[in-house]
Nanobody, 120 residues
């Protein structure tokens, strides 16, 4: 099982980035996906999540209207479009998958994270 995030980088305030999370080793289309982030010196913060079909999503108030989560089940990939970036969006962004394994037991997987730095 692997979740591999990419797309992070250094961007100026007001800029945009698109994060990707490529999944393998499990049935991606059956899993609920989440983005969380961890700013320097702080704990994990939930950012957004999306259901298995992509038909429902939710956002933290701090990113609502600026970030958009989406998924492509044919490509086994989760996305997070980050627009109007602010200094306080600087963090390591992680994707997570939650669902049931082949034996029906709950499973949760995490990626290694991708760094987003917003700086002028």
């Amino acid at each position: 099982v692997q979740l591999v995030e990419s797309g992070g980088g250094l961007v100026q305030p007001g800029g945009s980035l698109r994060l990707s999370c490529a999944a393998s080793g499990f049935t991606f289309s059956r899993y609920y996906m989440t983005w969380v982030r961890q700013a320097p010196g702080k704990g994990l913060e939930w950012v957004s999540d999306i259901n298995s079909s992509g038909g429902a999503s939710s956002y933290a108030d701090s990113v609502k209207g600026r970030f958009t989560i989406s998924r492509d089940n044919a490509k086994n990939t989760l996305y997070l479009q980050l627009n109007s970036l602010k200094l306080e969006d600087t963090a390591v962004y992680y994707c997570s998958a939650e669902g049931l394994g082949t034996n029906g037991s709950p499973r949760q997987y995490w990626g290694q994270g991708t760094q987003v730095t917003v700086s002028s």
